[in-house]
Each structure stands twice: as C-alpha cells, then as structure tokens.
C-alpha cells in the first residue's frame, strides 16, 4: 500500500486566492481526519470524517475552509480565500475500522501551505 | 486550559541514556494514550499507545500512565542519536484525538 497520499506536497499562494488540498486515504480505512500544524499550536484538528460522513467540525477555523469527502478514496480541504495566517503545514490521516491498528492514524507526507 | 499538555522542550541527554518525556491530559474519561513520533520536516508516526488499564513495554520504549495524576510518561531507554526528533503526545476521548505540541529530544553523540 502506498500509505496516505497528500498534493500538493508545496503551495505558495497570494493571499484572496483559493487553495484547494488534496487526501488520498489508505484504501480500506473508513475513518479520516484534516490536521493544521504550526510552531505556535501544533497539531489542531480540523475536522473528521467517518464512512465518508463529517463528523466533527469544531476545529475549523472560519467559513473560509471547507471541507468534503464524495467518496471512501477521497477528501478535498479548501481555504477560499486565503490569508497568511493560513499558512501551516497541513496533514490528512486515516484509520481503520477494525484490526490490529484501529487506534493508530497513518498521517500523509503533509502539504506545506504558504499564503503571501 | 488545552486537552494535552507537553513541556516544549528542548530536551538534551547523552547518548545510551534514558530520555523521560511527559505529558499531562485533562479529561479523565480518555481512554487512549498515544506516543508519536516526528523527525524534522516529516509527518508524525506512531511509536506506541496504551489503553488505560496499563503500561506497554517495546524494545527500548517503555509507556506509563499515571491515572491518578492524568499523567503520560514515555521513557527511552540507551537513547540513540537517531532519536531525536519532536514527540507528540495524543489523547483519544470519545472518537476525538488531541495532541500536544509536542517535546522536541536531541540525543548528544
């Protein structure tokens, strides 16, 4: 299995532009969650899926990021529009349903966000 | 106050000793506890988790939980160069995870 597939892997936007992230879960894992990391924060969640279904938003920060899962293979996370204190960088992970593993995420290689 | 709480760090200690990391948790419903683990510029990987009956022993890394306190220690034994890195700790309540900021350890050849 390829792991947890993130793109891009680096953004540099201008600050009012959208930026739309892309996820890739492990294929079979049913469960799956968008992370922001900062120096300052660390790693906040914003925001879970499971079956496909958002089950927590709490940790959005603002209307101005959404989020969407159409199938069990993929999720999108869009900022529109961006400002620089989006800048961070942003992991998506997935978890299984069952198994040995069913507490562990597997975190994506994360894409390194720059808002201008 | 946050959910998980770390001391930033840093954290020195020679090589082939014992780096203790720490890291206290508000809820005491939480009934998952996890140790990542992350190099510089990479994503975080799970070294070890522990449910809330026990402590986990594997190879050079040792988990304890102190419930009373709403304590989580994780202990490295004969700590190697190539351990240094950032360590996240992680609550599981409820389906939620949170993390610490994380303790960054460097390990001094």
């Known amino acids: 299995d390829a792991g947890v597939i993130q793109s891009p892997r680096h953004e540099v936007t201008e600050m009012g532009q959208e930026v739309t992230l892309r996820c890739k879960p492990i294929?079979?894992?049913?469960?799956l969650f968008w992370y922001r990391q900062t120096m300052m924060r660390g790693l906040e969640l914003l925001i879970y899926?499971?079956?496909?279904?958002?089950?927590?938003d709490s940790g959005m920060p603002e209307d101005r990021f959404s989020a969407k899962m159409p199938n069990a293979s993929f999720s999108t996370l869009k900022i529109q529009p961006s400002e620089p204190r989006d800048s961070a960088v942003y992991f998506c992970a997935s978890r299984p349903s069952s198994g040995s593993t069913y507490n562990e995420q597997f975190f994506g290689p994360g894409t390194r966000l720059t808002v201008l | 106050q946050k959910e998980v709480e770390q001391n930033s760090g840093p954290l020195s200690v020679p090589e082939g000793a014992i780096a203790s990391l720490n890291c206290t948790y508000s809820?005491?419903?939480?009934?998952?506890f996890f140790w990542y683990r992350q190099y510089s510029g990479k994503s975080p990987e799970l070294i070890m988790f522990?449910?809330?009956?026990g402590d986990k022993e594997d190879g050079r890394f040792t988990a304890q939980l102190n419930k009373a306190s709403q304590y989580v220690s994780l202990l490295i034994r004969d700590s190697q160069p190539s351990d240094s890195a950032t360590y996240l700790c992680a609550v599981k309540t409820g389906n939620q995870f949170y993390f610490g900021t994380g303790t960054s350890l460097t390990v001094i050849p």
């Open positions: 522990i449910y809330s009956n």
């Open positions: 809820d005491r419903g939480s009934q998952s």
């Open positions: 899926f499971n079956n496909n279904v958002p089950i927590d």
């Open positions: 294929s079979g894992h049913n469960s």
